[in-house]
């Protein structure tokens, strides 16, 4: 096994160390696909308790686990399979502490299938989590938006504070860094789209409908430049 796949799964190393080094050196994704593939030919599945179920029809084989219901990573000749759901999160519009749970978990759940003592590293999962909590919907969408709420907002909140006082003032930040006045946000008919202007975020004006068309209108807060975002209800 090698040495930084261990690293990244116990913890000691973050995600962004790991990942470059994943987008350096071939040897890793060989390392665990070829785990997936051993462990397979020994009759011992890797399930994969994913937090977003990716689409991967016709791209590979995935099955479910009887009783779990958790994925089963099958390996095929014609698909890297490890290789795949890996890019597919990170090539995916989703926020970036999303894609470093998903990608952990995946990992994890190779070397757990291995080495069944493998402790959890519960960081980026609890990340995740919070952040599904603490983030109104209305934020949540488009990777740029998710990543400034993460880099700007939730990383500059003290964790000492209990996690319903992190909430609240996650979402008074929000408020605050989005521009909030009163109930005076989007109401999006898809996922929020909310659109970032010179790193930050626009400031909501308004929404129109023609039909089954929504055009939600930002300005940028310091040049003032109008910014719209249609959406199909």
């Known amino acids: 096994m090698e040495k930084i796949i261990l690293q990244f799964v116990r913890g000691e190393i973050d995600f962004g160390a790991f990942y470059r ?15 997936v593939t051993e462990l397979g030919k020994r009759g011992i599945p890797v399930t994969y308790d994913a937090v ?12 479910r686990d009887g009783e779990s219901h958790a994925e089963v990573v099958v390996p095929s000749k014609h698909f890297p399979t490890v290789r795949s759901r890996i890019d597919f999160f990170m090539n995916s519009d989703c926020s970036l502490v999303m894609k470093r749970a ?32 603490a983030v109104p919907e209305y934020a949540a969408g488009g990777e740029a938006a998710c990543d400034y709420i993460e880099r700007e907002i939730v990383a500059k909140i003290p964790r000492g504070l209990s996690e319903a006082k992190r909430v609240k003032l996650c ?28 790193g930050a975020p626009a400031r909501y004006l308004g929404a129109e409908r023609e039909g089954d068309l929504v055009r939600y209108h930002f300005e ?4 003032g430049e109008r910014i719209a975002v249609e959406q199909i209800a």
């Not at 080094?21 to 070829?34: F, G, H, K, Q």
């Not at 994890?108 to 909590?133: H, M, N, Q």
Request: glycine letters at 4%.
């Open 102 to 133: 998903e990608i952990y978990d995946l990992i994890f759940s190779i070397i757990a299938a291995l080495e069944p003592e493998t402790a959890y590293y519960r960081k980026y999962s609890e990340d995740f989590r919070f952040f599904l909590r």
């Open 220 to 223: 940028d807060v310091l040049t």
């Open 52 to 63: 977003f179920r990716a689409d991967m029809d016709g791209e590979g084989d995935v099955q």
């Open 21 to 35: 080094e994943y987008c350096r050196d071939e040897a890793i994704i060989r390392c665990l696909e070829d785990t």
């Open 171 to 198: 979402r008074e930040m929000i408020r605050q860094n989005f521009h909030i006045e009163g109930n005076k946000y989007p109401r999006w008919v898809q996922s929020a789209e909310w659109p970032m202007s010179g």
